[in-house]
């Protein structure tokens, strides 16, 4: 994936300043599903090295590294949201 994929998704990019992370400044993305349910990609450190990849936020074993995988995903709990 490609950070224009996320982008077009609807991620909102949240960036992290030197001061704030202690070290460089990096960024990342995430989409809101609902207040529990929330989808975080890498961040553009790992993108480099990589593409971009989304996880479950606090499910780190689960990795999404297809765009249609995602997208497929995203619809599916979107379409099902009570």
Known sequence: MKEQ???DLGFKRYNIS???SGDKPFFYFTYN???ELC???SDNDEAE???WYVEL???ANIEIRNLEDLKTLIDV???NKV
């Open 49 to 51: 090295r990589n593409e």
């Open 33 to 35: 599903i609902t207040d």
């Open 77 to 79: 709990i979107e379409r």
């Open 39 to 41: 989808l975080i990609s």
């Open 18 to 20: 030197a001061e704030e």
């Open 57 to 59: 936020f606090d499910y």
């Open 5 to 7: 994929d996320l982008i």
